[in-house]
């Protein structure tokens, strides 16, 4: 990984409206270790790449943190103080504590998950490698990125599997969808087992 790279990555994320206001107005939210993640960030690159709208196939924007407090009480008031804070951005900013997921993660995938240990230890989980991209920012702006995989498949427009915590079918009905709406990206198989 380049600075290069990341720079590129940047500009390319930068060209998405609603990722500059999230990044501009998240540090307000007040919760420690956050990241604005996923798709926000990896699906406005490969809309830019392909030539479209840096906000077209976006469903939602995950902005992650971790807090200790891993009551539904806790996690409820920041969503409530977020709705707020992003109300007027017209998309819907997914916030999520990441130190609650082994709670209730069997539940919603049907495989148990071990506590995170921080932010970037959910991210590293994700189903794929080429979804484990966040950036954060301070209230002066400035920007940190977290690419523990580089961007080499990102601007190949190339999804690699991630087979540590997601079953095989979720990975499979997110490259479905994803390969209907970003017809030029190259999928590649879920290992055997």
């Known amino acids: 990984m380049t600075n290069r790279d990341e720079q590129l990555f940047l500009g390319y994320i930068h060209q998405n409206p609603s990722n500059r206001e999230i990044l501009r107005l998240a540090p307000r939210l007040g919760v420690s270790d956050w990241w604005l993640t996923a ?5 406005t690159v490969w809309n830019v790449l392909e030539g479209k709208d840096p906000q077209a196939g976006i469903r939602d ?4 943190y971790f807090d200790e407090d891993t009551s539904y009480e806790a996690e409820n008031a920041v969503i409530l103080r977020a709705k707020e804070l992003f109300g007027d ?7 999520r504590n990441e130190a609650r997921v082994h709670l209730w993660y069997k539940e919603h995938f049907g495989v148990p998950a071990l506590a ?5 230890d959910a991210i590293d989980h994700f189903a794929a490698t080429t979804c484990c991209f966040a950036v ?3 209230s002066a702006g400035t920007l940190q990125t977290y690419a523990p995989h580089g ?7 190339r999804v690699v599997p991630n087979p540590v915590l997601a079953p095989r ?7 479905k969808r994803w390969a209907e709406v970003w017809p030029s990206l190259t999928i590649l198989p879920w290992p055997p087992t």
Do not use: C, P
């Open 151 to 157: 961007f080499d498949d990102l601007f190949a427009l």
């Open 116 to 120: 995170f240990s921080s932010t970037a």
């Open 169 to 175: 079918e979720v990975y499979e009905a997110k490259t």
């Open 136 to 138: 954060s920012s301070d």
């Open 39 to 43: 798709g926000a960030l990896f699906q």
């Open 61 to 64: 924007y995950d902005l992650f």
């Open 89 to 95: 951005l017209g998309v819907d900013v997914e916030v």
